[in-house]
């Protein structure tokens, strides 16, 4: 659903999961974000918000977390 052109709709991923709107920004947060380091976009078309996996890196993706020797 969120790598369609047109992205996916809280409401439409509710339905399909049957997960409260809670759960689904935490999903796109937590797992689509930051554990799998997707390129998660928002828009706003035709007053809803839809929400897509855009192609490139994510904003902040060039920053290393490598911890230093000392």
Do not use: C, D
């Not at 399909?16 to 809670?22: A, F, I």
């Not at 689509?32 to 380091?37: A, D, E, F, H, I």
């Amino acid at each position: 659903m969120l790598r369609q052109k047109g992205g996916a709709t809280v409401a439409a991923v509710m339905k399909v999961t049957g997960w409260q709107t809670h759960s689904v920004r935490g999903f796109f947060a937590g797992v689509v974000r930051k554990k799998l380091k997707l390129n998660l976009v928002s828009q706003e078309t035709n007053g809803k918000r839809t929400y897509r996996i855009a192609a490139g890196k994510p904003v902040g993706a060039s920053r290393s977390k490598r911890k230093r020797a000392h």
